[in-house]
């Protein structure tokens, strides 16, 4: 008889357990992406980073088993471990080795004019790690505007930089996935997202004068 290989997407912010169901044979691949970091208010402030991408091939399951994992939450206030987003199908805990499962850090917040950093590859848990994207520094005016965000990373590659804008006009977001990075030469300016599936960067917005 054929298998039909299935995907389960878990998306509300939070944390859970998943039972693995009866006609289960085999687990192919976990795969986690960390939430963005949150931006900061007003003119010529940073853009926040984007969420780094983890894969695990080397955990495995069974069926009846009990998967835990967290969905990554950005927003005000959202502590770093609560960013990640994380399956581990060994105990209702961060996973630390590639055969419990997966983690990809969450990017960082964006304080004043100084830009956010993107989830660190190197501290995520993953067979395959990307990082995400750096957001783009403020601009040195408020006629200036905004740094841009930094894309997400993906299976095709590390999410791009956000832009630093240099003209009136904010940076553009970094394209998700393996994308390219924001543009600085203004409002229309955005990464493109790479391929398959990355999400393209926000256009910037034009600063106050």
Not at 30 to 52: D, H, L
Not at 62 to 77: I, L
Not at 115 to 127: E, H, L, P
């Amino acid at each position: 008889m054929a298998t039909t290989t299935k995907i389960i997407a878990f998306t509300t912010a939070g944390q859970g357990t998943w039972t693995v169901p009866v006609d289960f044979v085999s687990l192919t691949s976990i795969e986690c992406i960390g939430a963005g970091g949150r931006a900061a208010s007003g003119s010529n402030k940073g853009g926040s980073g984007g969420g780094a991408y983890a894969r695990s091939t080397s955990a495995t399951t069974s069926a009846g088993s009990s998967v835990f994992y967290r969905v990554g939450q950005a927003g005000s206030g959202i502590s770093a471990a609560n960013k990640r987003s994380w399956v581990n199908v060994s105990s209702n805990a961060e996973p630390t080795l590639t055969t419990q499962g997966a983690l990809a850090q969450g990017g960082g917040a964006a304080n004043g004019n100084t830009a956010g950093a993107g989830g660190s590859d190197t501290t995520s848990v993953g067979d395959v790690k990307f990082a995400g994207g750096n957001g783009g520094t403020g601009g040195a005016t408020t006629s200036i505007g905004s740094g841009g965000g930094g894309g997400s990373a993906g299976p095709s590659g590390a999410g791009a930089n956000g832009a630093t804008p240099t003209s009136s006009g904010g940076g553009g977001g970094g394209g998700a996935n393996g994308g390219t990075a924001g543009s600085n030469s203004g409002s229309s300016a955005r990464g493109t997202g790479g391929t398959p599936g990355g999400g393209n960067g926000g256009a910037g917005t034009t600063g106050n004068t």
